[in-house]
């Protein structure tokens, strides 16, 4: 079984400060993970995936996040913040990168402060 | 990245009334596509997987006399909400996927049932 949780269901940052969303998983196998942005009514934008090669994992909009199989982690970090970077984060598992259904998290709503 | 579109991205219609929201992966071949549901400021919730030629397979406390999944093809699946309800309103997200290419989202479609 495989299940992800994101500790936080609001984060706000001041413009310019780091950004930390957190995301813990659980897998009986080794987990494929991915973060994923969504802006108001619109679908997912996919910011990164790890798929069991580094364990840092380097996305889009300067984004990354740090595979930690000891913390069962995978969190999303962004030295600095920007005000388009307002959104709904989430993450997801699977046991592969495609062909069967991703395990998503409850979301973590992310507020930048000018 | 691969594209996946659905039609309509949005949608208005009348109590009692079916509506089909088409899900197209528009550069590969979709052996497997998903369809999520999402409610306002929540996270996603897989309805059914549906592969190529074959039935759709229902997550428990979806009805699949209500959300009929058609996949008749490699790069069309397609969801009717029959008799719709106010309940009904959502916004319903696909993604097709595939082992070799991994799994893409639709952008969405927002379904208002009067």
């Known amino acids: 079984a495989q299940s992800v949780t994101q500790l936080g269901s609001h984060v706000s940052v001041s413009e310019g400060a780091l950004v930390l969303l957190r995301c813990n998983y659980s897998?009986?196998?080794?987990?494929?993970l991915f973060w994923y942005v969504q802006y108001p009514n619109q679908g997912l934008q996919l910011l990164l995936k790890?798929?069991?090669?580094?364990?840092l994992v380097k996305g889009i909009n300067g984004f990354e996040a740090e595979f930690k199989k000891s913390e069962t982690s995978f969190h999303l970090t962004k030295p600095s913040a920007h005000m388009s970077d307002a959104a709904e984060y989430f993450c997801?598992?699977?046991?592969?990168?495609?062909?069967?259904?991703?395990?998503f998290g409850t979301g973590t709503s992310l507020t930048v402060i000018p | 990245g691969a594209v996946v579109s659905q039609h309509p991205s949005w949608v208005i219609c009348k109590s009692g009334t079916s509506v089909k929201i088409e899900c197209r992966s528009l550069?590969?071949?979709?052996?497997?596509m998903f369809w999520y549901r999402q409610f306002p400021k929540q996270s996603l919730m897989l309805m059914a997987t549906?592969?190529?030629?074959?039935?759709?397979?229902?997550e428990q406390g979806v009805e699949k006399d209500k959300f009929l999944i058609n996949h008749a093809s490699l790069t069309l699946s397609t969801l009717t909400v029959t008799s719709a309800h106010p309940e009904d309103s959502s916004f319903y997200i696909c993604?097709?996927?595939?082992?070799?290419?991994?799994?893409?989202f639709g952008p969405g479609t927002r379904l208002t049932v009067l």
């Open positions: 549906s592969n190529e030629g074959s039935k759709a397979t229902y």
């Open positions: 550069d590969f071949q979709a052996t497997t």
């Open positions: 993604s097709a996927s595939s082992l070799a290419e991994g799994q893409y």
């Open positions: 997801a598992v699977s046991d592969t990168s495609g062909g069967n259904q991703f395990y």
């Open positions: 897998s009986s196998v080794p987990p494929y």
């Open positions: 790890y798929t069991s090669a580094a364990t």
